[in-house]
């Protein structure tokens, strides 16, 4: 890594130290819980009761400790292991289309359920690994469902043409609101899901670029 990369990053672990020492000196006051309200993206449901447990009692009972629980317990619903939430949504014709019928569908092995949104730069850099595992493993099972967060269908259109998105795609154009990423606990994007179809569960989650495709190739063997 260059120089520039390295300082970037000690900076970037310099303030993450700094926000982990903000929750742990503040474990008597709001700060902790709203602190980790941003940080639920990368703490297990365990990891998050955990830290419930380390607040004060008054602070626990405050409603911004009751939402980091709330969360908690969306995340236990959806970690490795467990059985896939189905939900039904739009496609850009109109159509409903409900997760079950992808999963259901005997051409489909894995189904990799992605929440993203034209608007979001982090999913957009996610593209080019999300197109060459799909390239890569469509034919033999894979499977992509994608959940926009859009709120303007044009946007959320032009996205799918522009950067040629070739795979399943709903969205009830509801931005934050999206149903399916409620039931899911998604509160930051891209967030996503992969589904083993013959079990119904989930066997990954929130899997960033190479990833996605070294988890199918495990499985597609």
Known sequence: ???????????????????????????????????????????????????????APEIQATPEA????????????????????????????????????IIENPANKYVLID?????????????PALKAAYDEYHKKGFEIF??????????WEAAMQNKEL????????QGWQNAAADLYGVRSIPANYLVECATGKIVGVNLRGEAVAEKVAEYLK
Not at 17 to 35: F, G, V
Not at 115 to 127: H, N
Not at 147 to 154: A, G, H, I, M, R
Request: aromatic letters at 8%.
């Open 66 to 101: 009751q939402e980091l629980v709330q969360v908690a317990e969306v995340k236990r619903r959806t970690e490795p292991g467990q059985p896939y939430i189905d939900f039904e949504d739009s496609d850009a014709e109109g159509n409903t289309v409900s997760l079950k019928s």
């Open 1 to 55: 890594a260059s120089k520039d990369e390295k300082r970037r990053a000690e900076l970037e672990q310099a303030m993450r130290d700094r926000e982990w020492a903000l929750i742990e000196n503040n474990t008597h006051n709001l700060i902790a819980p709203m602190q980790l309200l941003t940080e639920t993206y990368d703490l297990s449901a365990d990891e998050l009761m955990e830290w419930v447990g380390r607040l």
């Open 115 to 127: 929440f993203w949104a034209s608007w979001c730069g982090p999913c957009m850099a996610e593209v």
């Open 166 to 173: 070739n795979w399943l795609h709903v969205s009830d154009l």
């Open 146 to 155: 994608g959940v926009s967060l859009d709120n303007k269908k044009e946007a």
